[in-house]
């Protein structure tokens, strides 16, 4: 089945720098990847919508400039926190679509605890 | 534009008791809907999906959900509860067209909590 794998699965930075989080797609082609944050106790949001060789598209809200998406090629999407701050402290989850012949289907990532100190 | 309402953010229930989650979605085209669960610091695991055809549909782990149209719903059950079922759930949905194309909305979850 389709998987992809997520990292880190937790890092810690320091107030200030950045911090970059890698989505691969192991054995399918993910044209379109898709960037969620979770808080504590809460659902999924979507943060932004990347599609293979061109630029994301960010949810109202979503500092484009802040939270940099590249989406180079049909394996590998990152998600770079810049200047993080606490208040990014938060669960990352990647997800990427693939058609399954019925439809489209969605894997997830493992997720990213940022703790930001 | 989609949205997806689950009812009741935590449901509890005794182990090899009937298991009913409440998802309730809006969409203005025809929705694929979809039942994910969620351990902790962990990604989300499909446990299944409408597309079309049947309305019953079976998933992984002994769930299964039934889509009706009439009623805007897509709850999830089990017969019998297991102690591993104890996660959270979320019901999410996503349009086939429209501005909101491919991206998936998601309720606001429900922990399932399952006791001796």
């Known amino acids: 089945g389709a998987v992809v794998s997520q990292h880190p699965s937790w890092v810690i930075c320091k107030s200030g720098t950045s911090v970059k989080i890698e989505c691969r797609s192991l054995?399918?082609?993910?044209?379109?990847m898709f960037w969620y944050r979770q808080f504590p106790k809460q659902s999924l949001m979507l943060m932004a919508t990347?599609?293979?060789?061109?630029?994301?598209?960010?949810e109202q809200g979503v500092e484009k400039d802040k939270f940099l998406i590249n989406h180079a090629s049909l394996t590998l999407s990152t998600l770079t926190v810049t200047s993080a701050h606490p208040e990014d402290s938060s669960f990352y989850i990647c997800?990427?679509?693939?058609?399954?012949?019925?439809?489209?289907?969605?894997?997830f990532g493992s997720g990213t605890r940022l703790t930001v100190v | 534009a989609q949205s997806v309402t689950q009812l009741g953010s935590h449901v509890s229930v005794s182990e090899g008791a009937l298991v009913l989650l409440r998802c309730n979605y809006s969409?203005?085209?025809?929705?694929?809907l979809f039942w994910y669960v969620q351990y902790p610091n962990q990604g989300l695991q499909l446990l299944l999906k409408?597309?079309?055809?049947?309305?019953l549909v079976k998933g992984i782990n002994g769930f299964e959900a039934e889509f009706k149209k009439s009623e805007t719903s897509f709850h999830l059950t089990k017969p019998s509860a297991h102690m591993s079922d104890a996660a959270e759930y979320f019901c999410?949905?996503?349009?086939?067209?429209?501005?909101?194309?491919?991206?998936?909305?998601f309720g606001q979850g429900t922990i399932l909590t399952v006791h001796p």
């Open positions: 997800s990427a679509r693939h058609w399954t012949g019925e439809g489209y289907g969605y894997t």
């Open positions: 990347s599609n293979e060789g061109s630029k994301a598209t960010y």
């Open positions: 969409s203005s085209v025809p929705p694929y």
């Open positions: 054995d399918f082609q993910a044209t379109t």
């Open positions: 999410a949905v996503s349009e086939g067209g429209g501005t909101s194309y491919g991206k998936l909305t």
């Open positions: 409408y597309t079309t055809g049947a309305t």
